[in-house]
């Protein structure tokens, strides 16, 4: 193994300025559903469909190809790809995939061999990054398997600085995408290696690696910026281990936080209707592509009602509800505190009057003063709301530095407004003393009656 490339070992250095990954990645990528089943001919079907389908349009322009197309190196150390797979060669699947008008994304790991027992890219990092610029690839993804033991944070930054110093060398933009899994918390500094970094271990296509990934994101939001994002891993909607509406959460999440959208279903025209809806939401896909490059942050929490808040960059703010629990068709009320960090902000927010906006239904709610009513959010669904505040003053105060953790409570339940029961029961006490002033009138008009 050859030595790995002396690396300057810095701490919160500046984010990494390679000419690219201002906002976070959008594409496709052959991992989630294919696996090792990967060739060259699925790579060009994939580029086909983000095009045919409109979905490039939308932003969707990387076209990723994962783990397995490596077949071994030479004795000059050249990597080669697989033949079988790849009878035509990466340069040339590049240049379909660059014809397309779109760009072209292939994996190593930084150590001896890749997950999957390919040749791995563990001291060749100036002599790969040669040949992967010769090939025109524009994203490289860069795993963490077989790494020598060197994971912990010096090992880290030993082993992708290697390979970010070499790829910067070439002088080709290549959006350079860490997976250390999250170890020796990679979000702390990432942004001075690579333009994001994986924050957790794999996901996996069920609900309950989706909440989990989503946990340990929680308070991660303040180290995303433009040039460098948290990486949740890609995306697992329409792969069928979820329903749509958790398909939809998941989607929505990953959106709001800044995390690359990288597709992982079948590239098949026509697309699954109920798929393509998720992932084809223009509303959607612009507060994650939003230019101020900001992660929505963790606001608040009532029993599994979860709430973040975001800001973007004409001013407006983002509201997305989670119901990560069980309960089906929770009605809630957010106060518009929950958009203030400071207490006299807080002082004075329910006056305002804002105009509310549902991505998911693409239509305007109305204009609102004090709170916003979310209704009917589904179990494991979402309610994602664009806000714009109205009136003379029409700025948001900052959001910037938010805290971790926040001591007031802007989730309320529709049902818990402290005069409803007090309604009930001064209205059934109405009720009651109305009726017996009316037995008693008949009472007397019986007396009368009878007297007569």
């Keep these: 193994m050859r030595r790995l490339a002396s690396v300057a070992l810095v701490s919160g250095a500046a984010a990494l300025d390679n000419g690219v990954g201002r ?21 060009k079907q994939a580029a086909d469909y983000l095009v045919d389908s409109g979905l490039h349009r939308l932003g969707y322009e990387y076209v990723n ?18 033949p079988l797979t790849f009878p035509s060669g990466m340069q040339s699947l590049a240049d379909y995939v660059h014809a397309k008008g779109l760009k072209f994304g292939l994996y190593s790991s930084a150590g001896t061999f890749t997950c999957q027992g390919k040749p ?36 880290t930054i030993e082993r992708y600085g290697a390979l970010r110093d070499a790829l910067n060398a070439t002088g080709r933009h290549i959006n350079y995408a860490i997976c250390n899994w999250g170890q020796a918390n990679i979000w702390e500094y990432g942004n001075s290696l690579g333009n994001s970094w994986r924050t957790t271990g794999g996901i ?48 929505s999440i990953w959106a709001a936080l800044k995390s690359p959208l990288l597709l992982g279903n079948s590239p098949t025209l026509p697309p699954n209707p109920s798929t393509f809806e998720i992932v084809s939401n223009p509303e959607v896909i612009a507060v994650h592509q939003d230019r101020l490059g900001v992660s929505a942050f963790h606001r608040a929490q009532l029993d599994d009602i979860m709430l973040w808040i975001g800001a973007l960059k004409n001013g407006d703010r983002l509201l997305l509800v989670l119901n990560s629990g069980n309960t089906t068709n929770v ?4 106060a518009l505190h929950a958009f203030v960090l ?49 009136g003379a003053d029409k700025t948001f105060p900052s959001l910037a530095n938010a805290p971790p ?9 529709a049902q818990d407004e402290p005069w409803l029961p ?31």
Aim: glycine share 10%; charged share 30%.
């Design 120 to 155: 791995g890219g563990l001291g060749f990092e100036v002599q790969d990054a040669k040949i992967y610029a010769d090939w025109g690839v524009d994203y490289f993804k860069y795993d963490n398997c077989n790494n020598e033991g060197m994971s912990d944070k010096r090992g």
């Design 23 to 43: 906002s976070p990645a959008m594409g496709w990528n052959s991992w989630n559903r294919y696996g090792c089943r990967v060739n060259e001919e699925l790579i």
């Design 204 to 251: 996996e296509d069920k609900w309950d690696s989706v909440m989990e990934i989503i946990h340990l994101n929680l308070f991660l939001g303040n180290y995303s910026e433009p040039g460098g994002f948290n990486d949740m891993d890609m995306l697992e909607v329409g792969n069928g281990g979820m329903t749509m509406e958790e398909y939809r959460s998941h989607f």
């Design 331 to 334: 009605d809630l009320d957010i």
């Design 342 to 390: 400071k207490e006299e902000d807080s002082i004075v927010s329910h006056k305002w009057r804002v105009e509310v906006r549902d991505l998911w239904s693409r239509k305007t709610l109305g204009t609102f003063k004090g709170r916003i009513p979310v209704r009917d959010v589904p179990k494991h669904g979402v309610k994602m709301y664009r806000v714009s505040k109205k």
């Design 422 to 452: 007090w309604l009930f029961v001064f209205g059934s006490m109405a009720v009651g003393v109305a009726f017996a002033l009316y037995r008693i009138h008949l009472q007397r008009r019986e007396g009368y009656e009878q007297l007569a």
């Design 405 to 413: 953790e926040f001591k007031d409570h802007p989730i309320k339940y």
């Design 65 to 82: 190809v994962d783990d397995c197309w490596q077949a071994t190196r030479d004795s000059n150390g050249r990597i080669h790809e697989n």
